[in-house]
């Protein structure tokens, strides 16, 4: 008997039949439930795994009728092999690959918002399986370099890893008073790819000394990569130099297409400087905040502080302007309000270079402001950026006209002079519901962002 799919057409609807080319077989005789149960088999994988350092790794998926790609989660060992096995249906065989090395992990080269490679590249491979009467299948199988965890708390088992939260994960409610995950001595410098997955954080454990401290669900990154993660805060507080809703401190970096949501309460008690933002205190030696949302209302205080060494932002308090940041095609709806002086802006307090540099090392672009107050206490205000060090423009980049905010945003507090400052353009609510706007600032639809149920954009994984 010779089994051959074909697709056929009955009163104008498609149909998957099966031809079966045997003496006395009425084609109309053979339902679809035939089709999958005896058809596909012979051709379905049984079982799928990468062995690596003596360890097997299966998928992250179910085996079903129909499903062609897999994707298996290996924990990588420098310079150990990985083997890609399977066992197929019956008499059929199943080709795989030769085993090969785990490939290094990618040197860092940061010199702008686009050169991170903190984490070793994805690597797809493919299995053919062949039945006896010929026909074959080809499945393609993506490993993913990374330590699989089902909780943040894993990372600190391994601060240089690289580490994957289990898509589909329930919400993870942290412990009460987190200890946030790497300090400025030992930062986190690995990867985490979070899936989507939301985090809800309600206490930080006190830091001392305060002057050094650094609040987040991280401390301190160094060369790292963290996204597409979601972060819930629950009336947070914190009383360190460095907080943020992520990271309290970014350094060489990359945050992307991460949300944080809630509240952020900066109550500080130090004497040097405070940096106090929605997804980072500060942003140092070009971090990067790309592709973000931040729908955190931020508050705070430092009594001890004039408003040049308090800087609160709704998405960064702070990019080191001497170092340099970046913060690239971020939303940003919070209210941002101190109780004390304090320089605000609707994305980050304060940013630019310094003018005797001689290229600019910070950045704000495609940048949009939905907030409603913006309140300084007194201090320096403006609805992107509070202070910025050194020119507005350079070459064809006016930063005013490539970042926006809602004209109904209410802004508080003292302006610097045109030029050490960052205003935007006003666009109305109907504009910045409108996908056009952004594409227009060079935001990725549908890769990256959908619009959202409330009209305004949202991540695709959300």
């Known amino acids: 008997m010779i089994l051959l799919p074909m697709k056929t057409r009955f009163g104008g609807m498609p149909l998957l039949a099966l031809v079966l080319l045997a003496a006395g077989c009425d084609l109309f005789q053979v339902s679809l439930a035939d089709y999958l149960r005896e058809f596909p088999q012979e051709l379905r994988l049984t079982d799928i795994w990468a062995t690596h350092n003596g360890i097997d790794f299966r998928p992250l998926e179910p085996f079903e009728p129909g ?3 897999f994707t298996i989660v290996v924990t990588p060992a420098a310079g150990i092999g990985i083997a890609l096995q399977a066992a197929a249906n019956g008499a059929s065989t199943a080709a795989c690959p030769v085993p090969w090395l785990i490939p290094p992990r990618s040197t860092q080269q940061v010199n702008s918002y686009l050169s991170y490679n903190s984490y070793r590249s994805d690597q797809t491979e493919s299995i053919t399986v062949t039945a006896a009467n010929g026909a074959s299948m080809t499945y393609a199988v993506k490993i993913i370099w990374a330590k699989l965890i089902t909780n943040p708390d894993e990372i600190r088992g391994g601060l240089d890893q690289d580490y994957y ?3 589909g994960l329930s919400p993870i409610a942290l412990p009460g008073n987190w200890v946030p995950v790497g300090t400025a001595a030992v930062p986190f410098k690995g990867s985490l790819r979070g899936n989507g997955t939301v985090i809800t954080m309600h206490s930080i454990a006190p830091v001392l000394p305060v002057d050094a401290g650094s609040q987040g669900l991280f401390g301190c990154i160094e060369d790292a990569v963290v996204e597409d993660l979601s972060i819930r805060l629950d ?25 944080v949501s809630g509240a952020l309460n900066q109550a500080y008690t130090g004497g040097t400087s405070a940096n106090s933002g929605g997804i980072a205190g500060t942003l140092d030696d070009k971090a990067a905040i790309y592709n973000c949302v931040s729908t955190v ?16 932002g709704g998405v960064a308090g702070n990019e080191v302007y001497t170092s340099g940041g970046y913060i690239i095609n971020t939303c940003a709806s919070g209210n941002v309000t101190a109780s004390s002086p304090a320089t605000v802006g609707g994305i980050t307090g304060g940013g630019g270079y310094s003018p005797n540099h001689a290229t600019p090392n910070s950045s704000i672009e495609g940048c949009v402001v939905i907030s409603g107050t913006l309140d300084s206490g007194g201090g320096r205000v403006d609805y992107i950026l509070g ?6 423009t350079g070459g064809a980049i006016n930063l005013n006209d490539q970042n926006y905010y809602l004209y109904t945003t209410g802004k508080s507090g003292s302006s610097e002079a045109p030029g050490n400052r960052i205003t935007g353009t006003a666009k109305t609510e109907a504009e910045l519901k409108t996908q056009t706007t952004y594409t227009g600032l060079g935001w990725a639809f549908p890769a990256v962002w959908k619009m959202g149920a409330s009209g305004y954009p949202a991540l695709w994984w959300e």
């Open 297 to 312: 209302t931020v508050s705070g205080s430092a009594a001890a502080l004039p408003a040049s060494s308090f800087y609160m």
């Open 235 to 259: 009336g947070v507080g914190t009383n360190a130099a460095h907080s943020g809703g992520l990271a309290g401190t970014s350094s060489k970096s990359l945050i992307q297409r991460v949300r």
């Open 67 to 69: 499903r062609n790609s």
């Open 387 to 392: 202070q910025w060090d050194g020119p507005t």
């Open 165 to 167: 939260l289990k898509p």
